[in-house]
C-alpha cells in the first residue's frame, strides 16, 4: 500500500501578520517544492489571503482551522466554503479537539461541516481523539468509533477519497506528551479497520490517517514508519518553519 503522507501545520490562535507571511516565506523556502508529501499551513482567518500569496505557486497547500455549514447569513462570526474558496483553501480541519472541548462543538455539528467541505469542494480533515479520563477508562476505542461514526454520517465511500482523518489523543496535544509509535498504530489501526467497516477495504486502504499531538522532528519519523499512520497534524512545531520542514523531511 503507498498511500502518500500528508502534512498539515495548525497555526492555531498564534501569528501576526507579518509572522504568519514570514512563517509562510520560511516554510516554502525550506520544503516549498516537495512533492512526494502532501502538504497544508492552517493559519488563522484573517491571514489567510496573505498566507495564501507567500504560498505562490509552490506544493504547499492553503487550509482553514474551521468552517461553518450554512451558505450565507445571519451567523455572526461564522466562515462559508465559499469564502475559503475563494481566498484559495483546499482544506479545511473540521471538528479539532480545541473546538470540541473548549468550544463545545458536537459530532452532530462537526457532521454538518464535513458534508458541506464535501459538496463545495473543500477537503475536510476529520479530528477524533479521546480525553485522558478516556483512555484511562479504556473507552478509546469506543469514544473514537463514535466519533468516527457519527462524524462521517452520509459522508459515500466516494466522497472519503477527499476526506483526511486526524487522530488526536486529547492528552498529547500540546502537552509535550506523544503517544507512543504504538498507542498510535493501535488506534489508527482500528480507525482503519472500521472503515472498511464502514465503506469498503478499498476505501479503508487509501483514506489518509494523520496523527497529531505534540509531533516534533525527533518523534515525526518512528510515527509516520507505522504502517496505519500517514502523516501528521502538527500545532506548535508548525509554527517553527525549521521544525516543520524537519517533520515533512522525516516523512519524505
Ligand atoms: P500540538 O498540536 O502539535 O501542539 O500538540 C496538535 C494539534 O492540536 O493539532
Not at 51 to 75: C, N
Not at 90 to 96: L, M, R, W
Not at 107 to 126: A, H, Q, T, W, Y
Not at 183 to 201: F, K, N, P
Request: net charge negative; with cysteine.
Amino acid at each position: 500500500m503507498t498511500r502518500k503522507l500528508f502534512i498539515a501545520g495548525n497555526w492555531k490562535m498564534n501569528t501576526s501578520l507579518a509572522d504568519a507571511t514570514a512563517l509562510a516565506g520560511a516554510i516554502v523556502e525550506k520544503i516549498g517544492s516537495v512533492e512526494t508529501v502532501d502538504m497544508t499551513v492552517c493559519p488563522p482567518f484573517p491571514y489567510l489571503t496573505s498566507v495564501k500569496e507567500a504560498l505562490a505557486d509552490s506544493k504547499i497547500a492553503l487550509g482553514a482551522q474551521d468552517v461553518f455549514y450554512e451558505d450565507s447569513g445571519a451567523y455572526t462570526g461564522e466562515v462559508s466554503t465559499a469564502m475559503l474558496k475563494d481566498v484559495g483553501c483546499t482544506y479545511a480541519i473540521c471538528g479539532h479537539s480545541e473546538r470540541r472541548h473548549v468550544i463545545g462543538e458536537t459530532d452532530e455539528l462537526i457532521n454538518r461541516k464535513v458534508l458541506k467541505c464535501i459538496s463545495d469542494g473543500i477537503m475536510p480533515i476529520l479530528c477524533v481523539g479521546e480525553l485522558l479520563t478516556q483512555r484511562q477508562a479504556d473507552e478509546t476505542i469506543e469514544v473514537v468509533s463514535r466519533q468516527i461514526r457519527l462524524g462521517l454520517e452520509g459522508v459515500s465511500s466516494a466522497d472519503m477519497a477527499g476526506v483526511t482523518i486526524a487522530y488526536e489523543p486529547v492528552w498529547a496535544i500540546g502537552t509535550g506528551i506523544t503517544a507512543t509509535p504504538d498507542q498510535a498504530q493501535d488506534v489508527h489501526a482500528m480507525i482503519r479497520s472500521l472503515l472498511g467497516e464502514i465503506y469498503d477495504a478499498a476505501t479503508a486502504n487509501n483514506t489518509q490517517i494523520q496523527y497529531g499531538g505534540s509531533v516534533k522532528p525527533d518523534n515525526a519519523a518512528e510515527l509516520m514508519n507505522c504502517p496505519d499512520i500517514d502523516g501528521a497534524l502538527v500545532g506548535g512545531a508548525s509554527l517553527k518553519a525549521d521544525d516543520f520542514a524537519k517533520i515533512v523531511q522525516a516523512g519524505k
